[in-house]
T-cell receptor
Framework: GEDVEQSLFLSVREGDSSVINCTYTDSSSTYLYWYKQEPGAGLQLLTYIFSNMDMKQDQRLTVLLNKKDKHLSLRIADTQTGDSAIYFCAESRYSSASKIIFGSGTRLSIRP | DAGVTQSPTHLIKTRGQQVTLRCSPKSGHDTVSWYQQALGQGPQFIFQYYEEEERQRGNFPDRFSGHQFPNYSSELNVNALLLGDSALYLC?????????????????FGQGTRLTVV
């Protein structure tokens, strides 16, 4: 089956690192994504990783993939107030030109 | 480039009515997907249109139908509206044709249409 699970809330202090975790069930997933959604806005693709990769780094963002455990994480270094949003983990079998399965989202809040 | 545009931005309908939502894809994109995002949930895939035909469909009843036009724009129609159809409806466009791999890896989302059924 296709299912993506993630925790609902995360609160971190400004300047600390945030780590958002996700698990998925479809072993045929080829692409794994992290999307960001701010209030009243659509979805913004933050980063993605192919299933044959273990890690991808993009500026403050680091994605780690444990394919054996079907576990994906997103680390945001030096978290800022502008990072407050809902973060969705997602996967697709072929590419984002095909059906994307989303998790329920993790709401990240930043403490001063 | 205007990106993915959806209209209207907000809509209020009465239970039992029908609604049509519209989406114009990003320039150069040929595929349109529709998602339903209920409050507090992640988006759920409704269906995808490519070459004016429904290519994939999620677990939604036949009350949900769509269309893609020759210019790649798309409509989502929902008949016999239920209170539970209240949600943010997101359109995503992407490129399915031949080309460099990275062109196939990102679906661009519109801002969505907020539908409220009363």
């Amino acid at each position: 089956g296709e299912d993506v699970e993630q925790s609902l809330f995360l609160s971190v202090r400004e300047g600390d690192s945030s780590v958002i975790n996700c698990t998925y069930t479809d072993s045929s997933s080829t692409y794994l994504y992290w999307y960001k959604q701010e209030p009243g806005a659509g979805l913004q693709l933050l980063t993605y990783i192919f299933s044959n990769m273990d890690m991808k780094q993009d500026q403050r963002l680091t994605v780690l993939l444990n394919k054996k455990d079907k576990h994906l994480s997103l680390r945001i270094a030096d978290t800022q107030t502008g990072d407050s949003a809902i973060y969705f983990c997602a996967e697709s079998r072929y590419s984002s030109a095909s059906k994307i399965i989303f998790g329920s989202g993790t709401r990240l809040s930043i403490r001063p | 480039d205007a990106g993915v545009t959806q209209s209207p931005t907000h809509l209020i309908k009465t239970r039992g009515q029908q609604v049509t939502l519209r989406c114009s894809p990003k320039s150069g994109h040929d595929t349109v997907s529709w998602y339903q995002q209920a409050l507090g949930q992640g988006p759920q895939f409704i269906f995808q249109y490519y070459e004016e035909e429904e290519r994939q469909r999620g677990n939604f009843p036949d009350r949900f139908s769509g269309h893609q036009f020759p210019n790649y724009s798309s409509e989502l129609n929902v008949n016999a509206l239920l209170l539970g159809d209240s949600a943010l409806y997101l359109c995503a466009s992407s490129y399915s044709g031949q080309g460099e791999l990275q062109l196939n890896t990102e679906a661009f989302f519109g801002q969505g249409t907020r539908l409220t059924v009363v």
